[in-house]
């Protein structure tokens, strides 16, 4: 199979990029590896690259303050879009990008297109639970404002998602509100709510922000301004606290040294809440494997983002999501 | 100054209400403290009381379950109601209830009555903050949807709020949301933006929800559903990242001895992030001060809302909004 990384989007692009391409080109040797970018800056990095990586040129950058539409229309020898155009033409089966979330919002719907019956793609993203199974929330940015309508397609893409790529059987599907009775929420959540009770999925009802890390459900469906939200404050509070432990624990040298004692625990904790394990964040909807790696994705997180898309592939996600959507 | 307690109110009432209000009437004897509630049971509780403590009669309760504004309209004799009718009728100067929360909304807009000018009351709640500050959070509740012309009213109060209570100069206003950019954001946060800067506070412009903990901001404005999220997301992601942290200190016997000596670094890292320590939550915008107390309040969180009535009431803040938003 072949996955197309943009070699140039991303905070540590290209070089955690072409690392991480690298490793993964190792580590599965049947994946064809094409880094689209800038070829003058890409070869030096790629220097002593295994045979299954290749380097596609694209001479154009879309970078992080560029305005999405504009950028994905007028820029269209950038490494992004030209790797979207990769996917969409059949010379790549999964795309991954670490740069402008809205570009490449952009670049799915009009590179890749969307799948029959869906409105609106939505951004996916595996949260941080306490038994480390994590749970799919989506969507957590493609689009600000959403009706009840999306919110179902979003409900039925990321529990067949779960089911695909882990073969959970039967994912618990909950709706992020504000208490768990039925009654409760805002306009949108209370109309979703007897909508997605009619789905042929699991629905288990309300799930407050507060019981998303004991995971009280495996998908989480909300409009892409909540998720936003949530998925920020969880990682905020996690920082803080992180970094306000690290300041209490480096006080004395005492202190310093009983922290030495608990730090094995503390990272193992850490290591459960982070976000580069978990790879990326699938686009789904789109007509095409695409998954957006975090803006800070190092060369670990880029690695785990291709595991991803070759789960991904494997899976065959994206035909049942099209078969299951559209009947087709 | 005379302040109505919901004796029965929350899950801990009425013995942790009964508990803080003689705490509050110990250290505060210029304040009168008037337990509203089921004599039979209140009686009991208070015995040894202050001088400065009465039981007020009522004969019914509002629970947990209750459709709030049929319990309102219907329960005309329980805790709560009369609590409001008191403050209303000149017989006290606040209420403060930990009971069920869309009822003491209910309460608020149907028995104390809006101040002119003032759609929606919000419910504001002290965030916590890694400085000690804290944020004031508003809308947390009262109102799930919100149009624009509500969140300019959150940000005058909110503003008043702080400057009247703790004399701040010129409170930071930040608007929720996915990014610090002026055009990010949802239908209604995009539409609040550019009316936000017109008004007479210091707007610092979008705020996302990792970096409030940070204190980017004194005052953020937020609808009630976004701001549920955001306080939730925070609670349970600090809850979870101690409840890890607690099991990992406790594995062995060497590590148990190592977070003895963390322990006090700890429990005050812990205080600041505790609500009780900041009283409870204002419904700004209704005309009479009206606190509600989280609903596990114990007796030291409920003899902190009697704190924070009493600096409301001496700040003048009801008439000071009453002022400003109506001109009258």
Known sequence: MRIAIDAMGGD???HSNVE?????????????????????????LAGGAPSN?????????????????????????????VAGRLVKEGGA???????????????????????????????????????????????????????????????????LYRKSLEGLDSPRVGLLNVGTEAGKGNELTKEAYPLLEELPIRFVGNVEARDVMDGACDVLICDGFAGNILLKAMEGTAGA?????????????????????????LREFKKKLDYTEHGGAPLLGVAGV??????SSDAHAIKNAVRQARLTIQSELVPRLSKEISGK
């Open 20 to 44: 991480g391409a690298l490793r993964a080109a190792k580590e599965w040797p049947d994946t064809r590896i094409i880094l689209v970018g800038d070829e003058r800056q890409l070869a030096p």
């Open 53 to 81: 990586v290749e380097i596609l040129h694209a001479s154009e950058v879309i970078g992080p303050e560029d305005e999405p539409v504009k950028a994905v229309r007028r820029k269209k020898d950038s490494s992004m879009v």
């Open 241 to 265: 606290v992180f970094g306000a432990l690290k300041s209490a624990f480096t006080r004395t040298a005492v202190s310093k040294l009983a922290a030495a004692v608990l730090a094995p625990g």
């Open 12 to 14: 540590h692009a290209p």
């Open 93 to 159: 089966e999964a795309m991954i990008s670490a740069g402008n979330t809205g570009a490449l919002m952009t670049t799915g719907l009009l590179v890749l297109g969307r799948i029959p019956g869906i409105d609106r793609p939505g951004l996916a993203t595996m949260l941080p639970t306490l038994d480390g199974k994590g749970v799919l929330a989506l969507d957590l940015g493609a689009n600000m404002d959403a009706s009840p309508e999306h919110l179902l397609q979003y409900a039925r893409m990321g529990s």
């Open 290 to 295: 695409c998954i957006k790696g975090h803006g």
